[in-house]
Each structure stands twice: as C-alpha cells, then as structure tokens.
C-alpha cells in the first residue's frame, strides 16, 4: 500500500519512517527534493495546488494525507475522487483562519479567549474597547512559530501593530495570563475508533515550541481535553491525528488553536508512547486498528532550532533518542528533536537537564 | 554522513529505518530493486563481488557495512581503501567456515561441541568413532537457517548423509543436550568501546529462529557470554555488531557459531531495549558514542514466517510492534517478525501466548 503526503517536511519524514515497518510505501509531493521527506521516500517536486503535481502524487496512492496545514484547500480538491484524502478537507479549511477555528470552538462549547475579526484601524479601536488591553493582535492566516502576531499593552501600541500586520483580515485575541500551556493529541479512524494521548505540557520561545512533557497528569483536564477532541472528531467526521493547543488559566483549558495533523508537541510519543503518533496517524487513515496511546514513562522532548548540537555529546547520555530531519541549519528553524524517557518524573527532569547544558553553544 | 550496505535484506532494512533518524543516508548493493533495502534507500543492483558494482557502491560513502555473512570475502577487497569497511574482513572470513568458526573459538578458550573436519565418508567414520552419536554432519559453509545439516543417530545414516551433503568441505560436531539456546548481542566502536544486551532465549523450529525471549537473566552466563564476546572483538580489533549463539548444556554456554553483523535474535531491542543493535551497529561503526544496551522490560519477538498472519488481529494487541520486511511469501522465508513488551516476565509471556494463538492460520 502507498501513502501519498503533500509536504515532506519532517512531519512527512517521520510518518515515513513510522509507515516502513507496517510495509507501507510513500510518495511525497513539495518544492525542494532534498527536503527531509525526499531524502527517504520518491517525491513528486512542485506546487502544492499544481494539478498535475497533485495527480502524480496521488497515483497509485491507497490514500493521501497532509502534514502542514498551510496546504491550500484547492490542491486538496484536485485529488482524483478515486483516492481518499483524510484528514478531511474542512478540518483544513478551519485550521487555516484563527477567526473560522475559534468561530468553530465557541460553537462545540470549547472555552477560546475573547476575540473579535478585525479588518481596518478603526474596527481594531473598537475590538480593543471591547476585549481591554494587554490582547494579541494576529494575522488570521499563515502565522506560524510565533509569525504574524503582535503583542498590544497600550493604546499607542495599536496604530504600529496594525501598520506591522495589517492589509490582511486580523483577529484580536484577548491576552491570557496562563499558568501553562499545553496540548492534547488523538486519533480517530475512517472505523470511527478514537485514541487521545496523555496531554503534555508545552514550553515556547520566541513563540516556537522549545520543549514538551508528557505525561502532564491532570485528570479533571485530561477528560476535558478529549471531550473538546471529540466534538471536533465528530463535527468533521475526522481521520486521522489531531492537535488542540490550549492555555491553562486558573485551573481549566481555554483553547488557542488546532492543527489537523501530526504535531510537533506529540515527538516524544515516538520512544515515550506505545505507539507513536506518526504510526497512529497512519493507522486512523488507513482503517486499520489503532495502537495503544498510554505514556511508557516520564518523557521530555527538546526541539534543536537553529544550529545542531554536539552529536557525541548527546548520544553519550543514556536515554536520550536524537532525531535529526536533514535540513540545512539557519536561525530559528527546527532542525532536529531529542527525546528522553525515564521511570519517574523526577529522574525525567534531572536527564533533561542535563541534556540543556548540553545544548548550550 | 553516507553508509553502504552489501546486502539488502530485511537487516539491511532495519539498519537505514535505524539511520534515518541520525540523518545518515544509505545506498544498498544486492540483486533485486525492490529487495526490502532497495525499497526505502537506493541500491546498485549487481553481484556482492563485481567490482564496479562495488566501486559505485562505496562512492561517496563514508563507511561500507554487510548485512549477510555470505558476501564473499572477494568483494570486500574491491572496496577502495579510502572507505572503511566494518566489520572486519577476517571476521566474515571466519564467520563462513563453521570449522574456521570453532577452531578460533577453541583457541580462544571458547567451549565447542567436539568436533572434526570430514571430507570423505571415511574421514566421517573416523570421526564418528572419536566424537560417538548422534551427532551433527554439516556443509562448513554456506549454511543457514537450517540448511546444509544432517543429524546422524545410527551408523546406517552416515552414507546417507555424506551422499546428501558431500563433494564440499564438511564438519561432525558433537549432538549437543541442550536445555536451552542463547545468543549474546554487541557492539564495539571504531574507538574501542564495547557494549552488550542482556541474553536472549531462542526457540527454533526446522533449523529457523521462531522465537526470541529477552533478557534471559542468568547473571553467571551473562559474565561468560561477555567475555567470550570480548575476546572474539579483541582478536579481530572489531567495530560493530558482534552476535554469538550458545547451547546452555548444563548450565554451561557451548559456542555453536557467530554472526558478524545484526541479527534476527536481538530484533527485539527496537523496542525492548534502550538502544537498538541496528542503532548500536551505525554507532559503533562510525566511531560514536555507543548506546546503552538495557533492556527497558521484558520483550518477546516472534517471526512471521511464510505467510503473513491477520495484520489487523495483531495490530489490535496493546504492545504489539509488527515489522513487516516487505517481501513476497514463500514457505520457510521471514517475512517480518512482531515484538512484545510487558513490565513483567509473566505479562510478557501471557502476551505471547495471544500473539501466538493469533499467528495460527
């Protein structure tokens, strides 16, 4: 069977490497051969909405799927109808418009911070005496790791936020003062089965995620976080892995934002799960049985952004797993992860520690 | 960082699904395209010992591995000097002659059935005086997986046998009673560090490995195991993956025969041990930092040989990892293998015991 992805990025690279032991075989479709994808499956080089790029990704393919949520809608609508294309499309489309995802949670009764759309100067004057100030003004489409947002904490600062991000459709979130931030991960087959994994706490810089970890117990938030990723399973009929991230405040989740794929806050379920993410994905999209999502112990994952690491010096340490994507270094791009699983949470936090000291240049 | 691969079966597979992480690229030399090497990496398709076959192999590499003892030692000369080749040349050449095997094995204070060279059936009936019956006629090379042996019990099967498998180089050993097989797994590095994974219990059926349970805990034979594996890397000034397979007789190990390269009775450290062998092995021949070999509960591997059972019906087991090597079935080949976890021996073997009554057809 052969698993078409649209993006080889290392979400793709590790889909792959999760598929070769269950026989799978992938093709993947992006800009750059050499991408992490590329260097281990054929790929297909072009633009995403390329018809033909698309129709020869999709050959022979028993199913495609994405692995980076700023895909346009378009190119998933020219997958010949012959092949099914999970997760599904509107889940895309939603993902795509922080306004059209929080729109979407205040009507399944996922809790969202205050916000309103704002088009021009005068509208975000208006958002802000409704919403008060500190808020974070954002571009609705195409932000990622931290892109397209600004921080407003008084009234001068509207007028340059909005000459910085503006001419683009915004939306004003207002500001929480969370205690953590973190993020729940599941799975629903095309059989309709579902898996969540334990949520993990989440750690950003810069606004790109520095380090997660898993298991964080809460129970009274656990079962709140797979309800609101159930509804979301249920509203779209989903397959396959979903994301929600949430900001803890006072005790209960109020939801930031989604992403319907494989997520980098979930890495560490590769060596610190039953199964991994990655297999779980592929399993939800393919009807198979999906696998087991308990942690198997105490896990840290530490993204490596920007330049690598001594590579010695981190395979010298017990149970640290490295994963590197083979992507060129440059200034705040993800290169690599590594994962640490230990028995207890304690010895988990005095490895990790270890490992930051060992990241320092 | 480049690693070529004579071979590329399912070891083969394993060893670049292992290297990927570590952004190693591999480049696979055997006789079939879509061998289960050839269908995740590139491959020159040839014979192991024509020389441009080898040569366009090597290109570019920064080191040559094998992942079958049968490369014929010839091939290994064609590498160019300029590319390491692990691990050594003298341990293929002694791994594939079962006489050469345990003649360095004596010399080396490694306790071996009794056992003489047989060329003709009347060096067999000399032989079968000096050691008694039953014992075992075999091929001194190119034998595997059970083939190429003949167990003699009575002086009427020595024609027989001799009819069956003489004309090459044969070797008697001695039956050995034994009460259970073993191996011993591990590695040294190009930097002289050494590791080894806990014993592994091994069930064979039809001269094929079924089986394997890990760790087998018996402190006094792990000391032994060790050791005699740390002679044998001393000999050969080794790098890489080392395997040895013991009878337990008595409560002593009797060395039955070595493998220099990874090997289907420690598949079971992808998931039940810290590092894997196929990890270690990369490690060890690029001159890493080896892995640490513990393993992190108590795993069982079972080969799926022949037909592929019920993918779904395994796949639906908690702590089940399937492997599947991507080749056609054809009675007696591996076709992949599935590995169990448990924290507990009596968890594991419960698992196993569901796992087995799911792989009857």
């Known amino acids: 069977m052969r698993v078409g992805v649209i993006g080889a990025g290392q979400l793709g690279r590790m889909l792959a ?3 070769y032991p269950l026989a799978l075989g992938f093709r993947f479709l992006d800009s750059s051969a050499d991408s992490p994808g590329g260097q281990i499956a054929p790929i297909v080089t072009g633009a995403f909405d390329d018809a033909d790029c698309i ?20 190119a998933l609508a020219r997958i010949p109808t012959s092949v099914p294309c999970h997760p599904p499309v509107e889940a895309l489309r939603v993902s795509q418009d922080r306004l059209y995802e929080k ?32 808020a974070m003004l954002k571009t609705r489409r195409l932000g990622y790791d931290g892109r397209g947002q600004r921080c407003l904490r008084r009234a001068a600062d509207l007028a340059p936020a909005f000459a910085a991000l503006g001419g683009v459709p915004l939306i004003l979130e207002g500001f929480v003062r969370f205690d953590r931030e973190v993020s729940i991960v599941g799975a629903r087959s095309t059989a309709g089965e579902t898996r969540a994994y334990p949520l993990a706490e989440n750690i950003h810089g810069d606004g790109i995620l520095r380090e997660t970890r898993a298991p964080f117990k809460r129970p009274a938030l656990q079962r709140a976080a797979e309800r609101h990723l159930g509804r979301l399973f249920d509203h779209f009929g989903y397959a396959g892995v979903l994301t929600i991230e949430f900001f803890v405040e006072r005790g209960r989740l109020v939801a930031n934002e989604m992403a319907p794929r494989v997520h980098n806050s979930a890495h560490w379920t590769i060596e610190g ?12 999209i393919l009807g198979w049985p999906l696998g087991d999502t308990r942690a198997l112990g105490h ?23 490295l994963h590197v994507y083979g992507k060129t270094a440059r200034t705040g791009r993800k290169l690599g992860h590594c994962t640490l699983v230990a028995a207890t949470a304690r010895d988990r936090d005095r490895l990790l520690r270890r490992v930051q000291r060992r990241l320092r240049p």
């Not at 799960?273 to 939800?284: D, G």
């Open 273 to 284: 799960a039953a199964t991994s993410q990655f297999e779980n994905h592929l399993r939800a």
């Open 55 to 74: 129709a020869r990704l999709a050959a022979g393919c028993d199913v495609v799927t994405y692995e980076f949520e700023n895909v346009p809608v378009t």
């Open 103 to 134: 729109e979407l949670f205040s009507r399944l009764g996922i809790v969202t911070p205050a916000y309103r759309s704002v088009e021009t100067l005068r509208e975000l004057e208006i958002a802000v005496a409704a919403i008060g100030l500190p």
């Open 17 to 19: 490497l999760a598929g």
């Open 299 to 321: 896990a840290a994952m530490v993204n490596l952004i920007g330049t690598m690491p001594d590579r010695d010096a981190l395979l010298a340490l017990p149970d640290v797993h």
